[in-house]
């Protein structure tokens, strides 16, 4: 069953309203980590193999930068593995939230079970796709001798591919440490104020986001249902609808009410496809109109968001600088 983000108590801040919505997200979600090991496919040539490509062109090898890739990464056993990284990483990012700490972003906590649950069944599925290509190892490896030539070092292979590629989740804590309250009071409330201004940044993040890939679903579906190519209405996928549909869902469950006029225009965009087919999309003239002129509002209200929103300077750290 889904739950939705209760109002947690309000401690005085100067500015309270990003603190609301910063202490509802810190004290319903779970930082969460994601890593991959995976296996490079590409080595850096040696200082006389660079300075020999060198010659050929009349420069320096120290002024060259010269690589050469091991295995054929076209392979569709080599696709496969690569596919399941991008299911891996799409499905994190599309249950969690952004957070300003490089690698970590935040998923509900009453989430975490399932989530981990998923990631495991994802992470058996990458090690049977490992299997394959390693099965095909020794002919992705006969393959790279011959087109390689004088390049080819057999020492630049592993005898097996099994455990080159994985990947692997944590929880980290982002919290200041408890015993810091003990060692020195004062730097523990630094980093108390350190991490409220991270949740508030986080807050921000979120919203970006979402008016973000709210903007571009409604574009793209605006963009497919207008005009014609050749006289006839332009042909679009059924994902250009299934696509909003699932971002209703996942703005539904992760959304922490942090920005109304955001609510009210999602609440719109899914009242204006409601019910609507894709295949009816096709065959009435009528209904393409009524859909695209209501879409058209939600656009220019989207560009309004996009254009009044706070611009942030991000520097190394994951942090941010201030607002400019």
């Known amino acids: 069953m889904t739950t939705t983000l209760e109002e947690p108590p309000v401690r005085p801040h100067a500015d309270s309203t990003p603190t609301v919505h910063g202490d509802r997200l810190r004290r319903f979600a779970a930082a969460m ?12 040539l040696t200082p006389q193999q660079k300075e020999q ?9 120290n002024y060259l930068s010269a690589g050469k890739k091991l295995i054929d990464t076209k392979h569709p056993a080599f696709k496969a593995v690569t596919s399941m990284r991008s299911r891996i990483v799409s499905y994190w990012r599309g249950v969690s939230l952004p957070f300003p700490e ?32 390693d099965r095909e190892f020794a002919d992705l490896k006969l393959a790279a001798r011959q087109r390689l030539g004088q390049l ?6 592993p005898s097996s591919l099994r455990g080159l590629f994985d990947v692997a989740w944590d929880f980290p804590s ?38 973000d890939e709210l903007g571009k679903l409604v ?25 909003l549909t699932e971002f209703f869902e996942r703005f ?14 999602v609440n719109q965009a899914q009242g204006i496809v409601r019910g609507v087919q894709p295949q009816a999309l096709r065959t009435s003239e009528g209904l393409r109109q009524r859909v695209s002129k209501q879409l058209a509002g939600v656009q220019s209200a989207l ?9 942030r300077r991000i520097i190394r750290g994951g942090g941010t600088e201030g607002e400019t």
Not at 53 to 61: M, Q
Not at 117 to 124: G, Q, Y
Request: aromatic share 8%; charged share 30%; with cysteine.
């Open 102 to 133: 490089p690698g970590v972003r935040l998923i509900r906590q009453d989430d975490v079970s399932v989530v981990d649950h998923r990631l495991s069944e994802m992470k058996a599925d990458l090690l049977d796709t490992v299997i394959e290509l």
């Open 33 to 44: 980590r994601l890593s991959f090991t995976w296996f490079g496919v590409r080595k850096t």
């Open 303 to 311: 560009e309004g968001l996009l254009v009044d929103r706070p611009r």
């Open 252 to 265: 539904k469950h992760l959304n922490i009410r942090s920005n109304e006029q955001l609510d009210q225009l």
């Open 53 to 61: 490509a060198a010659e050929s062109f009349g420069a320096e090898g």
């Open 219 to 243: 574009s793209h579906l605006s963009e497919r249902i207008t005009g014609a190519e050749d006289g006839k209405p332009k042909v679009f996928r059924d994902t250009a609808i299934t696509n």
């Open 174 to 211: 982002i919290e200041p440490p408890a015993y810091l309250q003990q060692l020195s009071p004062q730097l523990y409330d630094q980093e108390c104020e350190r991490i409220t201004l991270r949740f508030n940044e986080a807050v921000q993040l979120a919203e970006q986001a979402f008016t």
């Open 152 to 157: 080819f070092n057999d020492a630049d292979y």
